[in-house]
């Protein structure tokens, strides 16, 4: 049994939690009520994962989760209000302290939305609770490897239109250093899905734009894709290209039926990208759990398109990139870093021969 420990200042929200996470076949093994009595309970009764409050007296959850990720190390979800935009930007800010997700606290059973949220957070600690954590040490910095330049003006040649990227748990951390590390005037649109919990991605989209080298947008309906610009899927849609006679690339929103499980879906966008652009695209896995978007990254690399995947050392959770790896679907495998400095390469040849 997933033995849970609430760290939530409130004692009425703490029983709402907990009967939530009861009822959903978990352990509560204790509740905090600060930042600083959930450094000693985790010590003490070591819980599997942590349900952590962002506003808390004496020590908040963002630093909570910086000390705990640096001196016990352990799965940690951030559990707070969509609609309070302060603890939706907070809590991006914990995922970057490594946190491993956000999730909106349920709002009592009286809420219309109560069995959704209530549903998702179960899930979301469950999940969550199976990810093995390390110490959260600065890495030294490892040379980057990028093909020399024989095989990049090869791949160049191939006149890619549009890159697209998949990521899950752990994936907001390698998107932020990906799109950090890349040059400003990048000569494609990016899309991408990042499956996060539903009423951040708002926020998510604000707090990547502190850092990515590209503009970051939440996609919308019929938006022409422009170079780049990198747009997320929205809560609840899928998101899917298409290319008109002239050229060029029109966003697609639809609220299809889940693509394996997932809405939106890696797998969608990637089918999406295969259907439009088929060899003339590039397509990137990042840190996540299960195996979205493996198998239609193997179609994309079977058309012809350019394939890379987060490598095991640096991923949170190998799950997405290493199901690509296991069907041969990845023509490289590096580091959020590497993958900047890898696509960086191909838009300086690309926009040399152009």
Not at 57 to 78: E, F, H, K, W
Request: proline content about 6%; some cysteine; overall charge negative.
């Amino acid at each position: 049994m997933v033995k849970v420990l609430i760290v939530e200042d409130s004692v009425v929200i703490s029983m709402l939690l907990r009967s939530t996470l009861e009822q959903g076949g978990m352990e509560v093994v204790g509740e905090a009520r600060d930042g600083h009595q959930a450094l000693r309970m985790v010590s003490q009764l070591k819980p599997d994962v942590v349900a952590m409050d962002i506003h808390m007296p004496n020590l908040d959850g963002y630093q909570a989760t910086r000390q705990l990720m640096t001196a016990n190390p352990l799965p940690i979800v951030l559990v707070t209000a969509t609609e309070d935009p302060l603890d939706a930007a907070v809590a991006m800010r914990a995922l970057d302290a490594g946190a491993l997700a956000v999730v909106q606290k349920p709002r009592g059973p009286d809420h219309s939305n109560y069995q959704q949220d209530a549903a998702e957070f179960v899930r979301t600690v469950r999940n969550m609770a199976q990810v093995k954590v390390i110490t959260r040490l600065e890495r030294p910095q490892r040379p980057v490897q990028v093909p020399g330049k024989a095989v990049v003006s090869q791949l160049v040649q191939q006149q890619p239109k549009i890159v697209a990227l998949g990521a899950s748990t752990g994936g907001p951390m390698a998107l932020r250093e990906l799109l950090s590390g890349l040059h400003g005037e990048f000569p494609w649109p990016v899309v991408a899905v990042q499956h996060i919990s539903h009423g951040f991605i708002a926020s998510f989209c604000s707090w990547l734009n502190e850092y990515s080298a590209i503009p970051v947008h939440v996609a919308k309906q019929h938006e022409i894709a422009k170079a780049g610009h990198l747009y997320l899927a929205p809560d609840d849609y899928h998101l899917g290209v298409r290319l008109d006679s002239s050229g060029h690339c029109y966003l697609q929103l639809a609220a299809s039926e889940p693509w394996q499980g997932q809405r939106p879906s890696v797998g969608y966008l990637f089918n999406s990208v295969a259907q439009s652009h088929g060899g003339h695209s590039m397509a990137v896995l990042l840190s996540g759990m299960g195996a979205d978007g493996a198998v239609e990254m193997l179609a994309l690399k079977a058309q012809g398109a350019l394939t890379i995947v987060q490598d095991k050392d640096s991923a949170v959770v190998h799950g997405m990139p290493g199901a690509a790896v296991r069907l041969n679907a990845a023509n490289y495998t590096l580091c959020p870093q590497g993958i900047a400095a890898f696509l960086n390469v191909l838009a300086l040849q690309y926009k040399s021969d152009g």
